[in-house]
């Protein structure tokens, strides 16, 4: 009893120092310059935490956007200087008097021929490996080697699948250096981009969908082929089409593997190459007549570095639109 | 009913049957045939890794078993593959232009790139958030080589005009080069890092009346430190493996950019990383090369000693991938 009403004069007290405290607050808020009295209204902290608060918005802000403006600068840069060379004929004339006039025939050729061998072979490889993953795999230590290993393959620097190339394809298979050799490293180079993206269009798909299928009796395998790869199959293209992206810009990986400086093509030829050749490749034809031919005019360079940008920029939109298509229509 | 057309439904049924189980065990064939295609798809990543390994290795053997010289290959300056009379193979050089390269290149990412971060996770509208992370993507998707290209021609001219210098290919240009290439892989596992912060933690800092900034700094940051350090740790690795931009933009020469006048670290000397020295002189070094005597064809030890650089920069790569992972699994741990 005696604890009682000594605890409740307690809080009754506690109540009127806090009081006191806010009037006392109140005041030298109205002191320093605000004339309202209502509680709610700012103070002085309050104000300084927002003012804070747009600063650091502000800064952060501007971080982002001076990333940024490389990216527009640079591409305008590259534009505006190759815009005397950038014609059709360029794109579609070969290369005349030792790489300084003429155009990019046979490297846009090659480019498109390492790309495609190199789709033919990871796609399937990189789609079945997704599905393993996301389908398979059980949470477990060997699960997670995989994973280590997509991570590592993604990360390993694209020079050393060069020298894996080189050593395994070209030597160790006997392919020597052709196409067949340099498609097959710039698959595996690419294949953790398809592999990832498969894991997530896969992952997206909802568990409800499977338990369906199930409760139908079909099998694991029947179900992933009916239901979950067609509710996924715009988020796998996606992952595709940002394999060709890398895949055609690579250049390291392709050097040593199957890429050559010059390789004599009739003018719009579109099956100049046999699988068993080296080829021409837009990155590598940028690095070498950039680096290794002197006297190429410059508006050439920059039309190559543009016809290639270009390139790998469309391919990146497409992705992008189509990844927004699916998101916007997604039914779930 | 007649008995005989008795006989010929159960004949009929007998036979559906049998149709139906040799139906059912090619579906359970197939069934297997494709669900051990898919595993061996799966594991598929973790040949590759170790076929990587193996085969860089097998190449690289012959000059880490004939009088390997640990000290004299680590840290010794001279390389001289090509030398008539003494050939040496020091990679010292390479490795202070590679660290130098990485050191730049973070010190320009870092800062923009947690920025941006913070900013597209914390600050920005969903539209804002929707174009900035398409034009990272943008960032991302540019090839090396066009960067190499741009630092070739465009910041070459631009840094010896400003600073004065007689060569614009050096540490600052590949730096800056470098640095943008790694902007996107460090912003994108940033974001991730942070909108991986429990909501709960953020609902609390909320309700206590924190402004957003005070919520970053307070709650956000601090929960996702580790998030963000993978983040910078796969940036190093990225920068540390980029050959085409490096192998255009640092000038390729032997060089180790410290000495002891000030300012100590020469940013405006040129260098050459390790994976352009492999890229560089990869062409021109034989597998095989003419014996002492001139008769029979011996392997070539400068061919060889590319690929013990490729080693060495697989082991780099993979240490900083394994760390950055599990850090990042850690995380996923704790929650």
């Not at chain 1, 120092?17 to 030298?28: F, G, N, P, Q, S």
């Amino acid at each position: 009893m005696e604890a009682g009403r000594n605890s409740e004069s307690l809080f009754a007290e506690a109540v009127l120092v806090d009081r006191k405290a806010r009037v006392l607050a109140r005041e030298e808020t109205a002191k320093a310059g605000a004339i309202s009295t209502n509680l709610f209204a700012a103070t002085k902290f309050t104000n300084r935490k927002l003012k804070t608060q747009t600063i650091v918005k502000w800064a952060f802000g501007s971080m982002s956007v001076i990333i940024l403006i490389p990216l527009v600068v640079l591409t305008t840069v590259l534009v505006v200087r190759a815009w005397p060379s950038l014609t059709w004929d360029f794109l579609t004339d070969v290369p005349k008097q030792g790489m300084r006039a003429g155009g990019i025939w046979p490297a846009l050729v090659g480019t498109l021929y390492t790309v495609t061998f190199s789709l033919l072979i990871a796609v399937p490889v990189g789609v079945m490996a997704g599905i393993y993953l996301n389908e398979y795999a059980r949470d477990n230590w060997f699960t997670w080697i995989v994973h280590l290993a997509v991570v590592n393959l993604a990360g390993v620097p694209s020079i050393v699948h060069a020298l894996f190339g080189l050593g395994a394809f070209v030597i160790f298979a006997g392919m020597g250096k052709s196409i067949l050799s340099a498609s097959l490293t710039l698959a595996i180079m690419t294949l953790p981009v398809i592999i990832v993206s498969t894991k997530e269009a896969l992952l997206a798909v909802p568990m409800t969908f499977r338990m369906a299928c199930w409760n139908l009796g079909a099998s694991r395998w029947q179900t992933i082929r009916s239901i979950v790869l067609p509710n996924s199959i715009g988020g796998i293209l996606t992952g595709i089409i940002l394999q060709v992206c890398r895949a055609a810009g690579e250049t390291a990986p392709i050097m040593f593997t199957g890429a050559v400086f010059f390789k004599s093509v009739q003018r719009g030829d579109l099956f100049p190459y046999k699988p068993t050749e080296q080829c021409m490749a837009l990155s590598y034809h940028l690095h070498t007549i950039s680096t290794q031919v002197p006297g190429v005019p410059d508006s050439m360079l920059y039309a190559t570095a543009v016809v290639l940008l270009g390139f790998v920029l469309v391919f990146n939109t497409m992705a992008i639109v189509l990844r927004t298509r699916i998101r916007n229509r997604k039914k779930w | 009913m007649s008995r005989s057309n008795q006989r010929s439904e159960d004949d009929k049924r007998r036979a559906r049957s049998l149709s139906t189980r040799v139906r059912s065990m090619l579906h359970l064939l197939s069934e297997r045939t494709i669900v051990s295609l898919i595993f061996i798809c799966g594991v598929s990543a973790v040949i590759f890794v170790f076929g990587i390994f193996f085969f860089v290795f097998r190449e690289g053997a012959p000059f880490l078993r004939h009088g390997f010289d640990a000290g004299g290959f680590f840290l010794s300056a001279d390389w001289f593959p090509t030398s008539v009379i003494n050939k040496r193979y020091g990679i010292l050089a390479q490795l202070a232009g590679t660290g130098t390269v990485t050191l730049v290149a973070m010190l320009v990412a870092v800062p923009f790139s947690l920025g941006t971060a913070v900013f597209i996770a914390e600050f920005c509208g969903r539209k804002t958030k929707e174009v900035l992370k398409i034009l990272v993507e943008f960032l991302a998707a540019i090839p090396s080589v066009v960067w190499g290209f741009i630092g070739l021609m465009v910041m070459n001219p631009l840094i010896v005009k400003l600073t004065g210098a007689p060569v614009g290919l050096n540490v600052l240009n590949a730096g800056i080069i470098v640095g943008l290439m790694s902007v996107p892989i460090i912003v994108t596992i940033a974001e991730d890092a942070i909108r991986a912060v429990p909501d709960a933690y953020i609902e609390a800092a909320e309700a206590l009346g924190a402004t957003r900034w005070q919520l970053v700094r307070k709650v956000v940051l601090p929960a996702a430190k580790s998030g963000l350090l993978a983040a910078v740790l796969l940036g190093v690795g990225r920068a540390v493996g980029e050959t085409m931009a490096v192998l255009m933009c640092t000038g390729h020469s032997i060089n180790i950019p410290f000495d002891g006048t000030p300012p100590y670290f020469h940013v405006l000397d040129s260098v050459r990383t390790l994976t352009a020295t492999i890229a560089a002189e990869m062409g021109e070094a034989p597998r095989l090369e003419a014996g002492p005597d001139g008769a029979y064809p011996v392997e070539a030890k400068h061919y060889q000693a590319l690929f013990v650089i490729g080693i060495v920069l697989f082991v780099i790569t993979f240490t900083i991938n394994v760390t950055a992972d599990l850090i990042v699994k850690g995380i996923r741990k704790g929650k």
